[in-house]
């Protein structure tokens, strides 16, 4: 018998090759479950790999990664390159339900930046001033994501123009000192249609704080007042919020402005009365001078009665009756310090072509109140601020218009707020 030849030595067998193949598939047998069952994935891995199941599927391999937040959405309106755009607007900023708005800053021609502040809501923008008339505006603003990525929007857009102005004029003027029977007076260069809008824009700040009230006199004044004298050394101010208001028949207001004035230390009081052709001049309730006068010539010339407003005053000027009505009966140069009380002409006045005489003891003007040039400088001097207060009594003529100067206060406070629009 033959036998089978050795293999080359470092060479396995046949028989070594079979040996090891069964015993890798023994190995294979012994790593399964034993049951011939798969896996549900409820127990965990089905494998060992490393990074493997989550144990909720039997995924196998690794991580996913979280999906990318989108992108801050902003929308501004007006929107961009809006034409038109009404001064009073506002700036309205919305963006997505997960974002945030960051910030808003409006840029004018100028390249100023607009004081301004967002509402409470978080998306709208109030400018402090309202937009001006032809301007152009840019809006840059910045609004982030839920990973607080940011996103800038910028927009501009410009305002419309405004070809039908309209102008308050008002008085006392700035930083003036007044007495206490001065009223606020405004008068408009065009007709007031919609007064309760323009009344409503105007706000009387007083220190220390009064009740008073607007009063229209026609379509192209408002007066204000207290429903008393103002208190000596009131503050007050006023706020002329009226830009971007239609006054009516498409008449814009451009103004948005303050003034501010006080109110004289000292309340002057000068009552004139017709009958002893006297005036008593009164500071802080106490009589401190009385002077002879002559009132207007009873009945074709009576001085006005009631309570008014010294407006403005004149070291010297001519008085002509043709500027009065009166045609030619007098044309008088350097009429010594003049003071006027009335729009219509009446003034509390030196005269010095009345014999000294007549003052105290005949009335013979043509309406106004006249005295010595002394008397009448002293009065000038320590009398006759804007807004002092000359009172006439038992006057023969009818009692002084409310909007004959300001003859404001010979209205009762009932009939004076009767006045006001709103």
């Known amino acids: 018998m033959s036998r089978a030849p050795k293999p080359p030595p470092g060479r396995p067998s046949w028989r070594h090759l079979v040996a090891l193949l069964l015993g890798a598939m023994l190995a294979l047998t012994a790593c399964s479950d034993g049951g011939g069952k798969k896996s549900d994935g409820s127990g965990g891995s089905s494998g060992g790999a490393a990074g493997g199941s989550s144990g909720n599927g039997g995924t196998t391999g690794g991580t996913n990664a979280p999906a990318k937040a989108d992108p801050a959405r902003v929308t501004v309106t007006p929107a961009d390159q809006a034409t038109g755009v009404e001064v009073g607007s506002v700036v309205l900023v919305e963006v997505g339900p997960e974002d945030k708005l960051d910030s808003v800053k409006v840029i004018n021609s100028r390249n100023e930046q607009v004081d301004g502040a967002l509402d409470a809501d978080g998306k709208t923008w109030k400018p402090k001033v309202p937009f001006t008339f032809g301007s152009k505006y840019t809006v840059t603003a910045v609004a982030k994501n839920k990973e607080a990525q940011p996103t800038t929007s910028t927009t501009s857009f410009t305002t419309l ?40 824009a105007l706000k009387v700040t007083a220190s220390p704080a009064v009740e008073g009230s607007w009063h229209w006199f026609g379509n192209q004044r408002v007066d204000y007042r207290p429903k008393e004298y103002w208190a000596t050394g009131t503050s007050v101010k006023v706020d002329l919020n009226l830009r971007g208001i239609d006054a009516g028949n498409g008449a814009k207001f451009e103004q948005f402005k303050s003034f501010g004035f006080k109110i004289s230390d000292s309340k002057t009081v000068s009552v004139v009365d017709v009958n002893t052709k006297t005036m008593k001049v009164y500071k802080n309730d106490a009589l401190v001078k009385t002077i002879p006068v002559t009132t207007g010539e009873i009945p074709k010339y009576a001085t006005w009665g009631g309570k008014m407003v010294v407006m403005e ?91 004959n100067g300001y003859g404001d206060w010979n209205l009762t406070w009932e009939a004076w707020v009767q006045g006001s629009a709103l």
């Open 161 to 200: 123009s405004n070809d039908n102005k309209i102008t308050a004029n008002f008085f006392p003027d700035d930083n003036t000192t007044v007495g206490v029977g001065q009223p606020i007076s405004i008068k408009f260069t065009k007709p007031v249609v919609n007064r309760a809008a323009v009344e409503a």
């Open 313 to 403: 005053k004149y070291v010297e000027t001519r008085m002509n009756s043709q500027t009065v009505g009166l045609g030619s009966e007098y044309d008088i140069n350097d009429v010594p310090f003049a003071v006027r009380t009335t729009t219509s002409g009446t003034f509390v006045h030196g005269n010095y072509w009345s014999a000294p005489s007549t003052f105290g003891s005949e009335n013979v003007s043509h309406g106004c109140i006249s005295m010595t040039p002394d008397n009448a400088k002293w009065f000038y001097d320590n009398a006759a601020m804007p807004g002092d207060i000359v009172e006439v009594v038992n006057a023969k003529e009818r009692v002084v218009s409310a909007d």
